[in-house]
């Protein structure tokens, strides 16, 4: 029985109004694309890759060939200033950014979820005391929040996804709050409450389910801020550390006014990637935005 | 005064007193602590174990964060365990370069933001609008770090129209007048930069708001008036469709904060940010956490203000 509603739901999406609104979005379907080709890159990296992205590579005569540009080095996008392959560094950043951003939501989404449900569902004091904690964690400009924890913590991986989801979770529990309190006065709830269900049931298979569609807009917008931060962290040397390739950490050479000028394929690649992915995530979510949205009218 | 107001000041209490616990505990998480910056290596463990007691470190957690407080009341943040010196003095000698930067960026990307908002909104699913709307998406998908660099690339490095970082030579012997124009050459850059994304937000905000009072009834009575478009638009909607921009005036502080870091080393710039990237440089965790509450303060004030801004412009906010 269960299985069979279950296939029932998945040929209903494809169907569904919301698939066709957002099938018809050009620039949703393009970043769509564009992270599709990215994440399989990213997966598939160790067969694409000609060369180790942590090995200096070295010329016939065995010198190593540091800051060369693609033409002279032979490869796809030139090495960097410790002669490592570019291109490969490119596409297992790309690992190393996408899985941070997917983690440090994940742990947002799952702590805004919980807490703004609560909040909504029992109101009061724990209401109060939760949304104090958002006001709080709210007033803190997140970048100086996150930078002062990975400073002191050692910065790691998987440091820099705990602490951008402890940080990032204000926004969600608001969102799920509201909708909570919409959601909570209306019959089908209110039936549920009658019929004796326990808090717990309530929440997760009543009302939640009922307010997916915004949870999962918002989770996709924060998955492009989240990418952007641990960018700008690693940028900054707070985040994912080296030898370790994140995109970030790609443009800290390109601080010197020599790289700038005369060895753009250090920096460039590197930077058109973060812009492209943030840019398709955000193109993404809009889209989801606008087809769940069923009373926006085009 | 209103009741609003009043509601509203009293709800920032707990927050004020959520952000020094917050900022507390995270400074006891840091290794070292305000001994750090002091010690020698020829410090004993005595006078050491005796300074601990004089400075209240083996007390309850309790009582040291009350009497960490205390000071704190009285503009105590602590000193650097890098070099010793005084953190709010070290904070409030960058502060005005950092106001500097983000205040221009605010006005610059309110001045911009809205007008294009308000086009999009008027122009809705034409071409000017579409092009818009890519360019805000753009605007906030854009490392701040990388649109940065392409300008220095572009503007400083290849056309030479603006210096590549810093805030005034100390070559510059002109006074008055020239001095201003010196200076603002080295603002423009990390100006826009930094009001990039928030100039998409804006006009993003811009334009759903007003497309939204557009719709409202008193938008159409006075369309049936016979009201010319532009008088309905600029005279009827627009006042009305900015009021939520208010809104995001307090969201945009934290950011605009945030971003601080990134835009003051990509250009140099001497504010609050280089002193946080050179704390993190040197660990200076105490610096670090004093920068952070004091912005935390800022932002806390900044919302304040817009929330008291709002209620009295827009009097149906009823709290």
Excluded at chain 1, 146 to 173: E, F, H, R, V
Excluded at chain 1, 221 to 234: D, F, P, V
Excluded at chain 2, 26 to 50: V, Y
């Amino acid at each position: 029985m269960g299985k069979r509603v279950e296939n029932k739901k998945k040929n209903i999406f494809f169907q569904s109004d919301a698939w066709k609104r957002f099938s018809k979005n050009k620039l949703a379907l393009i970043g769509t694309t564009v992270i599709l080709i990215m994440i399989l890159t990213a997966l598939f990296a160790p067969l694409i890759v000609v060369n180790d992205p942590y090995v200096s590579l070295k010329s016939e005569t065995g010198s190593i060939i540091k800051n060369m540009s693609p033409r002279e080095s032979g490869t796809i996008l030139g090495t960097d200033s410790v002669g490592r392959d570019e291109f490969s560094r490119l596409l297992y950043a790309a690992r190393v950014s996408m899985s941070v951003g997917l983690v440090a939501v994940g742990i947002s989404t799952i702590i805004g979820v919980l807490l703004g449900a609560v909040s909504g569902y029992f109101g009061g004091k724990i209401d109060t005391i939760i949304m104090r904690c958002v006001d709080v964690v709210n007033c803190f400009p997140v970048m100086f929040l996150i930078i002062i924890i990975a400073t002191i913590l050692k910065p790691s991986i998987y440091n820099i996804m705990i602490i951008m989801g402890l940080c990032n979770w204000t926004a969600t529990a608001r969102l799920v709050r509201g909708e909570i309190l919409r959601v909570r006065e209306i019959e089908y709830v209110q039936a549920a409450v009658s019929l004796g269900a326990s808090d717990y049931l309530i929440i997760f298979s009543h009302i939640i389910p009922n307010v997916m569609a915004p949870i999962i807009v918002e989770a996709t917008m924060r998955m492009a801020y989240a990418i952007l931060t641990e960018a700008s962290l690693s940028y900054l040397g707070v985040g994912v550390q080296l030898p370790t390739a994140s995109w970030g950490n790609m443009l800290m050479d390109a601080n010197s006014i020599a790289t700038l000028t005369s060895r753009p394929w250090q920096w460039l690649p590197a930077g058109s990637c973060i812009l492209l992915a943030v840019l398709s995530i955000n193109f993404i979510g809009d889209g989801l935005r606008d087809a769940f949205d069923s009373k926006q009218k085009k | 005064m209103n009741k609003y107001i009043r509601k509203r000041l009293v709800q920032a209490i707990p927050v004020i007193f959520g952000i020094t616990v917050l900022t507390f505990f995270i400074m006891k998480m840091a290794p070292g602590g305000p001994l750090t910056g002091m010690i020698s290596p020829r410090t004993s463990s005595e006078s050491l174990q005796r300074a601990r007691e004089a400075l209240g470190l083996n007390d309850p957690i309790i009582v040291q964060y009350w009497s960490w407080l205390k000071e704190l009341v009285q503009g105590n943040f602590g000193y650097s365990t890098y070099n010793g010196q005084v953190i709010l003095d070290m904070i409030l000698q960058r502060l005005p370069a950092t106001l500097l930067l983000t205040v221009t960026a605010f006005i610059f990307s309110y001045i911009v933001g809205i007008p294009l908002g308000v086009y999009s909104a008027t122009h809705k699913y034409s071409k000017g609008d579409y092009g818009l709307t890519f360019f805000s998406f753009i605007g906030i998908s854009v490392p701040s770090f990388f649109f940065g660099m392409g300008m220095i690339y572009i503007f400083a490095l290849k056309l030479d129209w603006f210096p590549t970082s810093g805030f005034g030579s100390s070559m510059f012997r002109g006074t008055g007048m020239a001095l201003v124009l010196h200076k603002l050459r080295y603002l423009v850059m990390p100006a826009l930069v930094m009001a990039l994304a928030n100039l998409a937000q804006v006009m993003r905000f811009a334009r759903s708001s007003m497309i939204e009072t557009l719709n409202q009834d008193y938008v159409r009575t006075a369309r049936a008036k016979g009201l010319s478009e532009k008088r309905v638009i600029y005279k009827h909607a627009l006042k009305n469709s900015l009021i939520p921009v208010i809104t995001i005036f307090g969201q945009s502080i934290p950011n605009l904060f945030g971003g601080a870091y990134i835009i003051e080393k990509v250009f140099g710039w001497p504010g609050m940010g280089l002193l946080g990237v050179d704390a993190i440089n040197n660990r200076d965790y105490q610096v670090l956490m004093g920068l952070t509450l004091f912005t935390a303060i800022l932002v806390l004030l900044g919302n304040l203000i817009a929330d008291i801004m709002y209620s009295l412009v827009d009097p149906r906010i009823r709290y």
